[in-house]
């Protein structure tokens, strides 16, 4: 081989610097593509765990309508001798709305047994007993509503509506339990992790949506068991238990969210009201509210919300009251209010509390880091008005 062919097939390579370049571009090329390809899977996830609240939250709404027309059932009717505290005359409430507060009242109860939220809702006892307690069981209740919360004055002074088990209640209650003494008793810890997010699994399982099991709209990518304690959660797309809440009053966008906006209540007169209270029958209607009454009243009808943490896996929103209250709505930790007929311990289920301060309320923002991306089913879901 002559020197000129050596120096012919030297000239066809790469040179070092060459092959430096050509690395150099593949790398960038693929940091590119790398980019592209977690933006689009962030929205793939994104898309998916939106598709899951949605269908979540569609359930549930159809749920709380149900409850429209429930009938409430008094142990004993209100006897026709009750009058109110304070007359109609005197500036006080009308028999009519008295009444009302009476049905309203026992309803938002009824709800939270069959829709818990947080394992102090549900009733396992003749008293209003956290999961960490064991007494005998029973399962018929006499659920007193206090005369002086509804305005009636009565021979008994309370007024006893019938608060048996209804059979949602009990079948909820029978996934999380065991037989003690004839009756039911908590499971021991269930309630330590996830217990939200169990209890929307059990709630949306015993739900039907236009004559189906509602069940049956998930896959099985949707649902897991994430602490291992047989029970399931509904899971986002990076398998995060999704949450809930019953009644969000201190989320920020409630007062302007409603999941249809054909719902023929969607009136000027009653558009922030409550959708089970047409009347205003709750009690911070009421003449006798404590002053301010703006503070008092509900300011939105309040739909189920349903949050997944998003990327960062942490939720920035408030699912459990601030002490003393552990996120029950049981009567030893149902807060008072003064200066309502005199002085009213209002011992009883209220979606409001604390009436004055929205940045305590159940759904108010903790941290608000974390719930830059929270997911929920009110962000662009659900109608806007």
Request: a negative charge; glycine letters at 8%; one cysteine or more.
């Amino acid at each position: 081989m002559t020197k000129q062919t050596i120096r012919t097939v030297r000239s066809n390579g790469f040179t070092l610097v060459e092959l430096l370049v050509v690395i150099s571009i593949i790398g960038f090329m693929s940091g590119m593509f790398l980019v592209a390809y977690r933006g689009a899977q962030q929205e793939s996830d994104r898309t998916k765990s939106i598709s899951t609240i949605t269908k979540i939250s569609e359930i549930l709404n159809s749920r709380m309508e149900e409850y429209s027309s429930y009938p409430v059932t008094y142990v004993s009717p209100i006897p026709s001798s009750a009058i109110p505290i304070v007359p109609a005359a005197s500036g006080g409430d009308s028999v009519i709305k008295l009444y009302e507060r009476a049905r309203l009242l026992s309803l938002r109860d009824v709800i939270r047994t069959e829709m818990p939220d947080h394992p102090d809702d549900i009733k396992w006892t003749t008293g209003w007993l956290t999961t960490l307690g064991f007494t005998t069981p029973s399962s018929t209740m006499l659920d007193p509503i206090p005369a002086i919360a509804t305005g009636l004055a009565t021979a008994s002074s309370n007024v006893y509506v019938k608060a048996q088990h209804t059979s949602r209640s009990t079948r909820l209650m029978q996934r999380l339990s065991r037989v003690v003494g004839g009756g039911y008793a908590p499971i021991p810890g269930w309630e330590t992790t996830n217990a939200n997010a169990e209890l929307l699994f059990l709630i949306v399982e015993d739900s039907s949506l236009n004559g189906t099991s509602a069940i049956e709209m998930f896959g099985k990518s949707e649902i897991g068991d994430t602490d291992g304690d047989g029970l399931s959660e509904f899971l986002d797309a990076e398998r995060n238990p999704i949450q809930w809440l019953r009644w969000p009053a201190g989320f920020t966008g409630v007062a302007a969210f409603h999941p249809d906006l054909m719902d023929p209540s969607l009136t000027p007169s009653n558009i922030a009201s409550d959708p089970l209270d047409r009347m205003g029958a709750d009690p911070g209607y009421s003449p006798f509210a404590p002053s301010p009454q703006a503070d008092y009243r509900p300011k939105a009808g309040m739909f189920p919300l349903v949050v997944s943490p998003g990327s960062d896996k942490i939720f920035g929103l408030r699912f459990q009251l601030g002490s003393p209250n552990n996120g029950s709505y049981s009567v030893a930790d149902c807060p008072s209010w003064t200066s309502f007929y005199g002085t009213l311990s209002l011992q009883h289920t209220d979606p409001w509390y604390p009436r004055n301060d929205i940045t305590q309320r159940l759904g108010s923002q903790i941290n608000a880091a974390a719930a830059r991306d929270d997911l929920t089913n009110y962000d662009g879901n659900g109608a806007s008005l």
